[in-house]
Every structure is written in C-alpha cells, then in structure tokens.
C-alpha cells in the first residue's frame, strides 16, 4: 500500500516538506531503537477534526521519555507539541481526521551504546489512515493466535514505556500471526499471563463481566483502554482488572481488542478456539466508542481536542 502522503512533518522546530524529513542513515536510534513514539488519532466531529486525548497521549511520550535519558532532556514540552499537532492538522489539511505520529529519537553524532551523549530530536507527521485491522474487522472481528513469542518482560524492556524497540518484539509476534494465517497475535507476560495483542490491549468478556489484564501483567497502559473502560462502567458493566491465563480467552463469551489504530475491534476466534463475531456488550461498549471519537457524546466531548481549521 502506498503511503498516504501529507504535504508537511515538523522536525524539531521547523516545519519541512514530506520528502525531506530524513535523518541520516547512521543515527543511533535506527541502530539500537532507543526512542519513543506515539500513536494518536484525530476524528472528523461537527466542530472540526477533533483529536482523541492529545494531552493524554503527549503525556505519555514524555514519560515514555523519562524512561530513556537523554530523551527526557527534549526541550519540547506538552502544550508545545499540542501546538505542533494543530499546525500540521491545519497544514496538511486533515479536516477528515489523521494519524499522528510524534518520535523522540537520538540524534546524528554518536554511534556507541551510550545514548547520553547524543542530542534528542523530535518529530511529528500527520497522514490519512483507515482502518488497521481492516473496515470489516469492525464488525466482523478478527481471527488472533497465541503468540510463541512472550511480551517484553519488566525486566527486560520497561513494557510501561513505548519505546521504538521494543516494537521488533510486536513485530515478531505480528509476522508469526499473518504466516500462520491470523490476523494478530496475543502475548503472554514471561510467567504466562494474558498480556495484550502486538499493538493492541485486550478485552475477555464471561457471564457478563468485562476483565482485562493489569498493568503488572505487562500491557501498555493504553489510552483506549482507560477510555473503554470508563465506557462500560458507564454503561453499567462490571470491568475488572485481573490476571488472566490463556484458557479465559478460549473460553470467553465476548473478546475484543482496543487501540489507537485497532479502535475496538471484536475477536471472532482464538487459536483455533471460536468466539463468534461480535456480541452484545462488544457492540454496546464499541458504538459508544465511535460515536464518542466523532464527538457525539456529550459525556465524553472532553476527551477531544478540537482544531480550529
Ligand atoms: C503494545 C501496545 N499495546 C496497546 C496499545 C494501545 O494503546 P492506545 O490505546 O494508547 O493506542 C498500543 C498502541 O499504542 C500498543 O503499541
């Protein structure tokens, strides 16, 4: 699929053409991945694209930042990049909504493992995106294995931060799944717990209850997820966060999967294990979601931040 190009990418203070937002080949970040990213989504709302928790998001790239010093030295603050966002919103002319894409990479001069001599750089881009898991998945659902490969342990790879490297492990689980012939893999914690999909939390709905993973058990603390849940509990179901192990997947009523790019997508089967396609409290939590992302909840109008265009 060909990139859908926009005209304009912030770099670190200036405003550059699409095609001339490069680094060179020997910046350290694309050697070992120690870097940070985002993954944000603006909606098309009756008062303009809005953007789904921008501070949110913002916030987490810098904590994500902290993680990795020198990272955390970026001079570029919340309210900073929000600005940033707005322009490229305006720029790009993204009045159907976009993806948002902000980095904090190592920059050009040193090649050691020691990152804390090198420069922190940021970007942002912006561009058209669909749907991740494809249009129909929505309804549909998707069909996920349990991945051999186990999510990055606490130990190993700090799961808590979106670190750019940290991805070869999605990755990996991701290549499985599509050559097996799946459309995404679930991943366990190193001791065996459900942790989440490769770039996507996890929903298991039994008897009514609706459990996801901890934050212990090594799933990004996704800001879908925390929006999914403030959703149902509204909604008036029971959420829980609680250990699970793979057997509550095969055996669960409902599954659906949540994230910035997936939104919230149904699982039809697991491992060979049916689910079915989308049932009713997925259905219910799902179209107050989307509804919700295009401002039309009330509720929920403050999670969006409105550019004016
Ligand atoms: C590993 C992983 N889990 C979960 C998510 C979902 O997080 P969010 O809802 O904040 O996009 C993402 C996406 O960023 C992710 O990369």
């Known amino acids: 699929m060909p990139f859908p190009k926009a005209d304009t990418i912030w770099m670190d203070g200036e405003f550059v053409d699409w095609d001339d937002a490069t680094v060179h080949v020997l910046t350290p970040t694309l050697h070992y991945g120690y870097g940070v990213f985002e993954g944000i989504r603006a909606y098309p709302t009756d008062r303009g694209p809005a953007v789904f928790q921008l501070r949110p998001h913002l916030e987490r790239l810098l904590r994500s930042a902290r993680l990795y010093p020198p990272l955390d030295t970026t001079p570029w603050s919340v309210d900073d990049l929000v600005g940033v966002v707005e322009q490229l919103i305006r720029v790009n002319g993204h009045a159907e909504g976009c993806y948002i894409r902000p980095t904090i990479i190592l920059g050009y001069g040193e090649i050691g493992l ?13 561009w058209q995106w669909g749907s991740y898991l494809g249009e129909d998945s929505l309804i549909n659902g998707v069909r996920v294995m349990m991945s051999s490969y186990r999510r990055i342990g606490k130990n190993t790879i700090p799961p ?41 939390n996890i929903f298991v709905i039994r008897d009514g209850v609706i459990r996801t993973p901890p934050l212990h058990d090594g799933p990004l603390a996704g800001i879908t997820r925390a929006a999914v849940i403030a959703i149902a509990r509204d909604l008036g179901y029971e959420v829980i966060e609680t250990s ?34 989308r049932g009713p409290i997925t259905e219910a939590v799902q179209s107050t ?7 039309k909840v009330d509720a929920y109008r403050e999670w969006l931040h409105v550019v004016d265009v």
Not at 255 to 272: D, N, Q, S, Y
């Open 160 to 200: 808590a931060g979106k670190a750019n490297g940290q991805y070869i492990n999605s990755s990996l689980a991701k290549v499985e799944a599509l050559r097996a012939g799946y459309d995404e893999a679930i991943m366990l914690s190193e001791d065996g717990f459900v942790a989440e999909g490769t770039g996507e």
């Open 244 to 277: 699970l192990v793979r057997t509550d997947l095969y055996l669960a009523d409902e599954i659906f999967l949540t994230g910035t790019a997936a939104e919230l997508t149904p699982v039809r089967e697991v491992a060979g294990y049916e689910i079915g396609t």
């Open 289 to 295: 979601f989307l509804d919700a992302v295009r401002g």
């Open 114 to 126: 020691n990152p804390l001599p090198s420069r922190p750089q940021a970007a942002v881009a912006t």
